[in-house]
Nanobody
C-alpha cells in the first residue's frame, strides 16, 4: 500500500518561512521522482517543484524560484520543500507526489495535502 503523508503546513506571516515534509511508505523511494504541487481555491493546480530520484535534476515554477528549495533524503524516504520569503500568493493546499519521472509526476501517487496560509 502506497502512502504519502505531508506535514509542516500552517499559518505564517508574509516574509516568513515554512518547511514541508512528505514521508513515503510502500514504494522504493530512491527509484521515484518526487514533487510538490499546489492548488488555491479558484485557481489552476500548479507544479511547484520537482526532483529526480537521485536528486540531480530539479525544476521550479518561476514564481518560487529563488525562494523555495526542494530536497530529498532517500534513507529517510522523505522529500522536503523549504519555503522562504513567503508571499500571500503562496497560500494554497500543497500536495506531495511520487512518480516514475519528473515529467510524469501527475500520473503517479498523491498525498492528501497540507494547507499553507500566508497572511499579509
Amino acid at each position: 500500500q502506497v502512502q504519502l503523508v505531508e506535514s509542516g503546513g500552517g499559518l505564517v506571516q508574509a516574509g516568513g518561512s515554512l518547511r514541508l515534509s512528505c514521508g513515503a511508505t510502500g514504494i522504493s523511494f530512491g527509484s521515484y521522482a518526487m514533487g510538490w504541487f499546489r492548488q488555491a481555491p479558484g485557481k489552476e493546480r500548479e507544479s511547484v517543484a520537482r526532483i529526480s530520484s537521485r536528486g540531480d535534476s530539479i525544476y521550479y515554477t518561476d514564481p518560487v524560484k529563488g525562494r523555495f528549495t526542494i530536497s530529498r533524503d532517500n534513507a529517510k524516504k522523505t522529500v522536503y520543500l523549504q519555503m522562504n520569503s513567503l508571499k500571500a500568493e503562496d497560500t494554497a493546499s500543497y500536495y506531495c507526489v511520487a512518480g516514475g519521472t519528473t515529467a510524469t509526476l501527475e500520473s503517479g501517487y498523491w498525498g492528501q495535502g497540507t494547507q499553507v496560509t500566508v497572511s499579509s
